[in-house]
């Protein structure tokens, strides 16, 4: 009988800004921290590699091609992974131990949708009705 418990990848943002009450020294710590955190979870094939994402960015847009990142200065996206778990609240629970959080940023975590876009279902994409 196989033990196997079925696993789902999460994509992982990082989001937000260091606290401005915390010492470079702090937030070093936490990050010194936070990569034999996230490198152990690697190991453990609890987390696949992701990266840190520079300042500039273009939007695209029926409009044409923009500077960005366009997000709110309090939401802006520093990085992104991708974790592994049996399902979603695994997954949020296993970020409340990445020693960033302490530090002021947050993480939004969102399932992979592997199905194709269809305009006749309705997604994250589809027009609100406001």
């Keep these: 009988m196989s033990n196997t418990s079925t696993k789902s990848k999460y ?31 690697v190991a453990e094939g609890k987390f696949e590699p992701g990266h840190r994402l520079t300042t500039e960015g273009k939007l695209v847009s029926r409009s044409g091609i923009t500077d960005g990142p366009f997000t709110e200065t309090k939401e802006v996206i520093g990085g992104y992974w991708f974790i592994i778990a049996a399902n979603l609240q695994e997954a949020a629970t296993m970020m409340t131990q990445n020693p960033c959080v302490a530090c002021g940023l947050s993480f939004e975590i969102r399932p992979i949708e592997y199905e194709r876009a269809s305009a006749f279902k309705e997604s994250n994409e589809t027009p609100c009705d406001d």
């Design 11 to 41: 994509l992982l943002l990082s989001r937000g800004h260091w606290d401005k009450n915390k010492s470079p020294e702090e937030i070093q710590t936490a990050i010194d921290d936070f990569y034999i955190w996230y490198n152990q979870l």
